[in-house]
């Protein structure tokens, strides 16, 4: 059976689910082979086996943190040709995508992004589905040149432990000097909140134009369920909330198990950004907003009466 | 110093955007269309670049560039009234249905037809199909290095710096010219044409090549060159209506209800 690469997504060998989610997905295609770029390749190797890696390619080396995206996508090239992969997945953000971008040019293979599932279709094509247009359709897609390469939305798949050897592969790679043309100069690193991270999370709570700047019941509500916070682009524009949490068309695009929406009208560009969540819950107080349209339960009201009140009933039935 | 920027003509993002269903391509002519929003900002970049640069505006210029119909015309009048200085229309009935690949391939053959920019701008993404990939595939075939999203840009001597804001992050890129940067909507506020620039960009150059100019096969871009195809499309059904009260005192507590109904507590 066909290798199908995965890039593995992760921060200093700490595997991110959305990678566990890949894996799954190779599965469909053919035999999974882990592709490990960066430092802190040990740490990562349990949780790959754990989740079907076959194989395991180890690119070991802090440089590839520094030099953005080129080099990676230099070394996934090269193994297009040694291994002939039935498929190339990685995580459909912007990272992922700028890799792929570069990685389709090289290849000259078709790159499909923010598919939302992937199947194996007829004659070993790669059939993937996307929402496009703000959620508005549903598309599927094949790759019809070279090997596909396909970004996945992190949240398209429950990921399943299946053991794999996940034996190394020890293959010689070459990074050009131009590739190393960009180079990370200095990290500030963010205080950690303690959340989940938005794309990641199972259920995701939003903040808009309704909390007039006050953050502090949507945070406590999404405490009290174990989930990210987001903001509409309104309050991340007002300077209410930091821009990596916007949802929306200009920020990220979460489809997590459950969205709460509380003080957000629902504009197209925060529907664009959360359209495909499979539960939406909206607390506002105009009954006429556009996000009501897309609720499967909503609360027309105060959200500074609402959420504390729910937060408090969520922590009591916790117990 | 010579800007490129890459700008697109989408159609309006209020607009119901559909499908061609014999093609399976994107219905551009049936919606209004306009300069993606997203785009202004790199334009404001371009712009502010060139007029901080030694020389200024007079010595400094920023051209714009886009791939589209006849009507994506209007984004380079846009472009130029808020001040770039001259515009390059690449069109050519042979591109409708060009995938990003294609797109990129004609992108990176008019910037090398314009020139040899320092700096190549783009926006983060388009407002239509929003891949966000056309900016590293222009790279890519460019042979120049990428420093994306940038939430500030500068640019000292020979070097472009700028601040990405990442999840776990803020970090600070670096890369000499050229260079391509795409810019987020934080980078800065796009300004609005004023009445002299509507009256100046009347007498700006605008060039408009087919792919014949730029010494591209029309087999080569297009539908029928894409590297992927889409099969079907589907409308996606309407939400079943959901349930929705009113607070009276215990909206708060129906919510909690409903969270442990469905499992979610």
Redesign the interface.
């Known amino acids: 059976m066909a290798e199908v690469l995965v890039l593995v997504d992760h921060?200093d060998g700490m595997v991110r689910k959305t990678t566990l989610e890949m894996l799954t997905i190779a599965r469909r295609l053919g035999e999974p082979s882990a592709v490990f770029i960066g430092a802190g390749l040990d740490a990562a190797k349990e949780v790959l086996a754990q989740y079907g890696a076959e194989k395991l390619y180890g690119f070991e080396s802090a440089d590839y943190d520094d030099y953005?995206?080129?080099p990676k996508?230099e070394v996934l090239a090269q193994l297009v040709t040694s291994a002939s992969p039935a498929a190339v997945l990685m995580t459909s953000s912007?990272e992922g995508?700028?890799?792929?971008?570069?990685l389709?040019?090289?290849t000259?293979?078709?790159?499909?992004?923010?598919a939302v599932d992937v199947q194996a279709g007829e004659g070993g094509a790669v059939?993937t589905t996307q929402?496009?247009?703000?959620?508005?359709?549903?598309?599927?897609?094949?790759?019809?040149?070279?090997t596909p390469i396909i970004t996945v939305k992190p949240n398209s798949v429950a990921p399943e432990a299946v053991s794999g050897a996940a034996v190394e592969q020890a293959v010689e790679v070459s990074i050009s000097e131009?590739a190393k043309?960009?180079?990370?100069?200095?990290?500030?690193?963010?205080a950690a909140t303690g959340r989940p991270?938005?794309t990641e999370a199972a259920?995701v709570v939003s903040g808009g134009r309704g909390t007039a700047g006050d953050f502090s019941k949507i945070e406590e509500f999404a405490d009290s369920?174990g989930a990210a916070v987001g903001a509409s682009r309104a309050a991340v524009d007002a300077g209410w909330y930091?821009?990596?949490s916007q949802i929306g068309?200009?920020g990220k695009e979460v489809s997590p198990?459950?969205y709460v929406a509380a003080g957000i009208s629902g504009a197209?560009?925060h529907r664009?950004g959360m359209?495909t969540s499979k539960?939406?819950?909206a607390?506002n107080k105009d009954?006429e907003a556009p996000i009501?349209?897309?609720?499967?339960?909503?609360?027309?009201?105060?959200l500074f009466?609402?959420?504390?009140?729910?937060?408090?009933?969520?922590n009591k039935?916790?117990g | 110093m010579n800007i490129v920027v890459c700008i697109k003509y989408v159609p309006d993002a209020q607009a119901e955007l559909t499908f061609n269903a014999s093609d399976n391509t994107t219905d551009r002519l049936g919606v209004e269309g306009l300069l993606s929003e997203l785009d202004e900002y790199a334009i404001e970049a371009g712009l502010k670049l060139a007029e901080a640069a030694a020389g200024g505006v007079a010595e400094n210029t920023v051209t714009v560039l886009t791939v589209g119909p006849d009507k994506a015309a209007d984004a380079i009048k846009k472009a130029l009234q808020m001040g770039a200085h001259a515009g390059v229309h690449v069109s050519d009935e042979a591109i409708h249905g060009s995938d990003a690949a294609a797109t990129s391939l004609i992108l990176a053959e008019a910037v090398k037809k314009i020139g040899s920019p320092d700096l190549i701008l783009t926006g983060m993404a388009s407002t239509d199909g929003s891949m966000g990939v056309v900016p590293a595939m222009l790279a890519e075939r460019l042979g120049l290095p990428q420093v994306t999203l940038a939430a500030e840009l500068t640019v000292d001597g020979g070097t472009v710096i700028i601040r990405r804001d990442g999840d776990t992050a803020s970090v600070t890129i670096t890369a000499s010219l050229p260079a391509l940067v795409s810019v987020t909507d934080q980078i800065n506020e796009p300004r609005y044409p004023s009445f002299k620039g509507i009256m100046a960009a009347k007498k700006k150059p605008v060039e408009t090549w087919s792919l014949a100019d730029l010494g591209l096969d029309a087999g080569s871009v297009g539908l029928a060159a894409a590297w992927t195809k889409v099969e079907s499309f589907t409308k996606r059904p309407p939400r079943a209506k959901g349930q929705i009260v009113t607070d009276e005192g215990d909206g708060g507590t129906q919510l909690a209800e409903f969270l442990t109904t469905h499992k979610f507590v």
């Open positions: 921060v953005v995206v080129a996508a912007p995508k700028e890799i792929a971008g570069r389709s040019i090289k000259e293979s078709g790159l499909i992004t923010d059939r929402s496009v247009f703000a959620g508005g359709y549903t598309v599927q897609a094949t790759v019809t040149k070279g131009g043309g960009a180079r990370i100069t200095d990290r500030k690193p963010r991270e938005l259920i369920l930091p821009h990596t068309q200009t198990q459950l197209i560009q664009a359209q539960t939406i819950i607390i009954e009501f349209e897309l609720v499967d339960f909503g609360v027309v009201g105060d009466k609402v959420l504390p009140q729910a937060t408090e009933a969520v039935a916790k």
